[in-house]
């Protein structure tokens, strides 16, 4: 069983919710989070890794655009 975590996304539509990921085998989440719109991937906003400090939690997605 693949270890989780939760992880803030910050600016853009999703701003302040928080996404589940898996951990890969070296204890890192995904570069990039794809947040589905009303229409699916046609509607998708990219979120980006950063790790760092952020109030204690050790990464979080920050908003770049839309995918389209």
Known sequence: ???TVQILLVGGVADGETVTVELDSNGRPPLT???LGAEG???AQ???LE???HGGQPWIYTWRGPAA
Request: without cysteine; charged residues 20%.
């Open 1 to 3: 069983m693949a270890s």
């Open 41 to 43: 991937l046609a509607e």
């Open 46 to 48: 990219i979120y980006e």
């Open 33 to 35: 989070h794809h947040h």
């Open 51 to 53: 790790s760092a400090d």
